[in-house]
């Protein structure tokens, strides 16, 4: 990818972008304010900026008069940097508050983006076959169903093979109206002390199916559900498709589900929810990969232990109650049909196994894919999410806490609070003279609400505007309207009604604040006792990975100010994305990783924090912005 600098006067700050990027990112990234309330779509018109050396391909400029062009004005949200340019900002600007030069550059830091280690082999755990037989004669008069075991053994070194009676019934007709052409899928099994593998008949399909044998390997979280298209053959994925967990309407996190699923019907109607969710990926992937239903083959799912049972319909009710004891940790191969699933018949669902009640197949898939099991490293691994997951270790030692951090990272409950989708506020400058923000949303739509990215964003600057107290509390005699007594307390106005898709203003309330300090503070307090269990700081770690569906934007200094994330050397910090569904994607390939992961649920020692009375003190200690011990946070300044 190619870079190019953008210099802005009358600042005299100069950044490195990549091409293609917008003048507003630059400006986001050297702390260069510019009046951005439309969140980039063009529609306020207020970031207009004159490009006096170099060239930029504009995109939307009807909010400019010609006089503007002809002049060189763009609107830096609708410029995308093409090459090497200089800014100029208007005059009405000169003399205000830039971001000192080393603060610009810290809160440009980012974790290192760090793919799976990890190399899949081709060998997946469902195989199909195009077939062709012999017809029977007087002298060759086998039954059908030898007659295909036989071919599947001569043509194609598949053997042995087994079936059930149900798929057996329909050979017959089948293999008659199609002239002995016959599409087959087994599920396989690896049998190491037999040498090899043994195959399971799950569907036997009249003539050869056109396209490639598919899978599905998905990550059913507690806020959010994702899932991936991989094709068989070539290990590539097709298509990509993630939803909102339908389960939210009936509990927010895994403990109000387990209690909605002891009602009457409860656990059935959160088992069908979220195989509605799950439906409507395979329908959007299947869709958007042009790929047909029939050639799915099997699913690989990875959820935490709450979500797996509710998936599978198994009583929950002992998750939450000491000693905290599942239904079952391993689950052979369900029949997709078994659960509701839109799979064809023979179609299979193998889930990945956990570790204890609040660690589960989730955290397992995540190990697998940080390939931590395999490294001298001392790791610390961080799963931000609703069920907050964390391991420490490496190949000689590997221990697993889970804290619950609720759904504020992800969006969920807060008033404004959604998913990292189009129109989600992801990117704000505040501007420290103003204290106006300057916004940008994920592909430049209308402001709907703000994803976790952003809200750590926004909680770093306010602190250090002191728009914000360490508590959590709004300074209420700033002379600003953006702060204001709402609903929920006092508030800051991110985005205003007449600019946002939604008709009103998008706002973060102190109840929110109280969430967001609750979230951080469990993890920080879950992964300070984890380390403290193998007798390391975390200034001891070689590393840390982050996992979570908004790491990617994860900004290290706003993560280390709110206290999410330890005060440690940035170049430590590596974020690898979805782990859950890379790892899951890893185990549809390779049938050797999905008895690997079989081996790091093994591994795992639990501890379960619940029951330490240091993780209660921890927590209540970190139930301020960043610490309530500064020396924890040294390069912290507020």
Known sequence: MQTARVRFLPDDITVEIQTGELVLDAALSAGVFLRAACGGTGGCGQCKVKISEGAVEPLKMDKLSAQDRAAGFVLACQ??????????????KVGRKVIPRDEADRMRLTATPMESPIIPQLNPPAVQVLLQATPPTPGDNISDYERILRTLKVNHEIEPVTADLEVVKGIPILVREHDWKLTVSFRAEEFPALGGRAYRLQRVCGGHEAGHPLAMAVDIGTTSLWGELVDLETGEVLARASRYNPQIAMG?????????????????????????????????????????????????????????????????????????????????????????????????????????????????????????????????FIDIGTNGEIVAGNRDLLMTASCSAGPAFEGGGLEHGMRAAPGAVESI?????????????????????????????????????????????????????????????YEYVICRAPETGIGQDIVLSEVDLDNIIRAKGAMFSGYTCLLSKIGLSVDAVDRVIIAGAFGSFINL??????????????????????????????????????????????????????????????????????????????????
């Open 79 to 92: 410029a995308k940097v093409t090459g090497d340019i200089t800014v100029q900002v208007p005059e009405a």
């Open 557 to 638: 200094d706003h993560a280390i100010t709110i206290g999410l994330l330890p005060d440690i050397s940035p170049e430590k910090f590596h974020f690898i994305g979805n782990s859950s569904l890379k790892g899951a994607r890893l185990a549809t390939l390779d049938t050797g990783l999905f008895e690997r992961a079989k081996a790091i649920a093994r591994s795992l020692t639990n501890v379960e924090l619940s029951e330490d009375p240091t993780y209660m003190d921890n927590f209540m200690a970190a139930l301020f912005f960043p610490h309530t011990r500064a020396e924890l946070f040294p390069s912290v300044r507020l």
């Open 429 to 489: 400058l505040i501007d420290p003279e103003t204290l106006e923000p300057m916004i940008k949303t994920i592909d430049m739509k209308p402001a709907l609400g703000i994803c976790g990215s952003g809200i750590i964003n926004i909680i770093s600057q306010m602190l250090k505007m002191r728009i914000l107290a360490q508590n959590g509390k709004f300074n209420s005699h700033l002379d600003t309207d953006r702060v204001r007594d709402g609903r929920n307390g």
């Open 252 to 380: 927010d996190d895994v403990i109000s589900r387990i209690v909605f699923a002891l009602k009457k019907d409860g656990l059935e109607k959160l088992q069908k929810e979220v195989v509605r969710g799950l439906n409507e990926i395979i329908d959007d992937v299947l869709r958007h990969a042009g790929r047909r239903r029939d050639n799915l083959l099997f699913m690989t799912a990875a959820g935490n232990t709450v979500m797996t049972h509710l998936f599978l319909g198994l009583y929950p009710k002992f998750l939450r109650e000491s000693p905290y004891v599942p239904v079952a940790q391993n689950i052979e191969p369900v029949p997709a049909g078994d659960l509701g699933l839109a799979m064809p018949p023979g179609a299979f669902v193998r889930v990945f196994p956990g570790v204890a009640s609040y660690v589960g197949g989730d955290i397992v898939s995540g190990v697998l894919a940080n390939g931590m099991w395999d490294s001298d490293e001392m790791t610390l």
